[in-house]
């Protein structure tokens, strides 16, 4: 019987196990090394999500806070002057550069005083104002956040209603506006490409490092993380997935609510970029491996040979003893079984 055979079956053997353990730990390294990068490239950008939100959150608040602060207490029985309401506003457009006009809306909806930085300042002018949004929404005691809009076709605005707290039953309107959000979100990078942008409850965009795409007032709800919206809990950011952006390229994306405005901020990164080292380590485990199969061929070679080789010998041998050659001497020296 040929040696062939069995020498083949040592040198297979060897191989598929040693390239199986090769391979089975070059792929559970490149699984848990997708993962570990996902989830760390995630939690970076949930991060500056999570921060740009806050500081957002934190102005609108701020802004609230101090247009609430801005009503005096009543100086005659019959509530405050509208000469006072004046030096209040005037005092708080001073104090507050956002704001660009703050109006005073008695408890029927009419307008009492005017205060603005680009138009005439108005006391008493009487305007029926009782079936606008800002007032029916904020008369029920609630703040008002308006839908953002552009003058000009240059910077962001918003509308903003705090109700008058007390028997007066007034509102306070006042018009801010947004561009510090754009400051914040200009702010943002992630490593070349990425970038942070803000949308409202209905996907519109409000905030983006392209200032084109805002003015336009680009419809993101159709991007497949901002239609999760939807379903996702309005107090808790979601954590890093895959998403497209608005060319269909791959993003990593993570997002972070603006809750008490309803938006939503998005950090993201084509993922061609953010994956870029884990491919670069992905190739080098391939060529690591691709060397490891080829030595352990040779290494399978050597092996087998080692051990077919006595048991030739043995063949042989014993072949010859069957042939009546009684004197023949097997030499082996392996020093183990054989």
């Known amino acids: 019987m040929s040696h062939q055979p069995l020498f083949r079956k ?32 995630g939690a970076l950008q949930h ?20 247009v609430a602060g801005a009503l005096s207490a009543p100086t005659t029985p019959d509530g405050v002057r509208p000469e006072q309401r004046r030096n209040d506003f005037l005092r708080l457009i001073r104090q507050v550069p956002s704001i ?44 008002y956040y308006g839908p953002v809009y552009f003058q000009n076709a240059s910077e962001p605005y918003m509308i903003l209603g705090v109700p008058e707290r007390g028997s007066g039953g007034g509102v306070i309107v006042a ?15 992630v490593g070349q490409a990425g970038f942070a942008y803000v949308v409202d409850n209905a996907g519109q965009l409000v905030a983006h490092p392209d200032i084109s795409l805002v003015l336009r007032r ?29 060319q269909a390229r791959a993003v990593l994306t993570a997002r972070e609510p603006i809750r008490s405005l309803g938006w939503w901020v998005f950090v993201e990164q084509p993922l061609e970029e953010a994956f870029a080292p884990l491919a670069a380590s992905l190739v080098r485990t391939a ?6 199969l080829g030595l352990s061929v040779l290494a399978s070679l050597v092996l087998a040979r080692r051990m077919v080789t006595p048991i030739r010998a043995l063949q042989a041998g014993a072949a010859r003893v069957g042939a009546g050659g009684l004197d023949q001497r097997i030499d082996v020296h392996t020093g183990d079984e054989l």
């Open 10 to 41: 040592y040198v297979v053997v060897f191989v598929v196990l040693v390239s199986g353990a090769l391979t089975t730990s070059g792929l559970l390294q490149a699984f848990f090394a997708y993962q570990e990068n996902q989830a760390a490239l």
């Open 47 to 66: 991060e500056k999500a999570a921060s740009a939100a806050g500081r957002i959150a934190e102005f609108i608040d701020e802004v609230e806070r101090l």
């Open 100 to 143: 660009m006009e703050v109006s005073y809306l008695d408890h029927d909806g009419r307008e009492q005083v005017r205060i603005s930085r680009l138009d005439l300042n108005v006391i008493g002018s009487q305007t029926d104002r009782a079936h606008d949004d800002v007032f029916v929404s904020a008369r029920q005691g609630a703040t």
């Open 175 to 189: 018009e801010v506006n947004l561009k510090f959000i754009w400051d914040v979100v200009a702010q943002i990078r």
């Open 218 to 246: 680009a419809d993101l709800s159709a991007l497949p993380q901002v239609q999760v919206l939807d379903s996702a809990p309005p107090a808790v950011g979601g954590g890093a997935s895959i998403g497209r952006d608005l």
């Open 287 to 292: 060529i690591l491996l691709i060397v490891g």
